[in-house]
């Protein structure tokens, strides 16, 4: 049977990822809409890629235990790559807790039980998590070990708390990275590992709207005053996606990898800092 990597949000960093590291392998593409799945299987089987499709919902557990399902019957699921969400433009804080926080809980939990021996997983998250104030021990327990399908009923996470998108986006971003580090322990049971990615704002269609919409002028102003002074670049995300997904970091388990040029350093030390207006 072939070895299969499953890439979840068919979009440009999911896609990016993929080519580092599916060559001889089965790709999975899987996506909420059709059309998106179905470009990006195009343009990766025009580059040389062997690619199946699947629908998914991230916010329903039975959507991605089918998902799976389609998956093994392709071969041993080795790989999963993680790049599906939306983000504070795109969705009320309700379907940002659903999508970005509950189905990454459900994703991890799911996959725990089929990946095979030496898989690796890489789940985007994103700088926000890092421009979260520091949250309690009990909070963070809460979001890195609470079962999937009692986490979104938790007080932490009710509607009189987090009241506004970002607020919901920063919370599921560094829920991310927290039940990343726990899932590492009971991923290495079945000798596997599970890491996050941290990007800042990454060229991607999504980016740009997100650059030309209603936080626009703020993001412009986040990017010329970081360190790198730009945004980044899907390729670049997936070189760190490569190392950890590959042979040269079989080290690294439960990691979170920032790489936002910088804007967090600026924003906690530096010219982005608060107390710096």
């Known amino acids: 049977m072939k070895n299969v990597i499953v890439v979840i949000g068919a979009g440009a960093i999911g896609q990016a990822i993929a080519r580092r590291v599916s060559a001889g392998k089965h790709v999975l593409l899987a996506d909420l809409k059709r059309e998106n799945v179905e470009a990006a299987a195009k343009i990766l089987s025009e ?9 998914v919902d991230v916010s329903s557990r039975t959507s991605i235990q089918t998902m799976i399902q389609n998956a093994q019957t ?23 807790l659903k999508v970005d926080l509950y189905g ?12 095979s021996v030496g898989g690796s997983c890489v789940v985007i998250s994103s700088q926000s998590g890092h421009r979260l104030p520091a949250l309690t021990a009990e909070e963070n327990q ?9 986490l ?16 919901a986006y920063q919370i599921s971003k560094r829920g991310n990275s927290l039940r990343v580090m726990a899932e590492a322990v009971r991923w290495s049971k079945r000798g596997a590992r ?39 670049t899907p390729d670049e995300v997936a070189a760190v996606g490569a190392l950890l997904m590959g042979p040269e970091g079989t ?14 350093a600026s924003y906690w030390y530096g010219e982005l800092a608060p107390t710096s207006y």
Request: cysteine-free.
């Open 251 to 264: 080290f690294i388990t439960g990691s979170d990898f920032l790489m936002d040029g910088g804007v967090t």
């Open 152 to 167: 979104l009923k938790q007080p932490m996470l009710q509607a009189d708390v987090i009241q506004d998108s970002l607020h």
């Open 194 to 232: 599970v890491n996050t990615i941290s990007p800042g704002i990454i060229i991607t269609p999504l980016a740009k709207d997100e650059l030309t919409g209603p936080r626009g002028e703020g993001y412009r102003n986040m990017l010329a005053r970081s360190p790198a002074g730009r945004a980044g």
């Open 47 to 55: 580059a040389g890629f062997e690619v199946s499709t699947s629908i």
């Open 142 to 150: 809460i979001l890195a070990i609470t079962p999937a399908d009692e």
């Open 104 to 115: 990454t809980a459900v994703i991890l939990e799911e996959f725990r039980n089929v990946i």
């Open 74 to 96: 392709l071969g041993n699921i080795t790989g999963v790559i993680h790049a599906a969400g939306v983000s504070p433009s795109q969705a009320t804080p309700e379907v940002i």
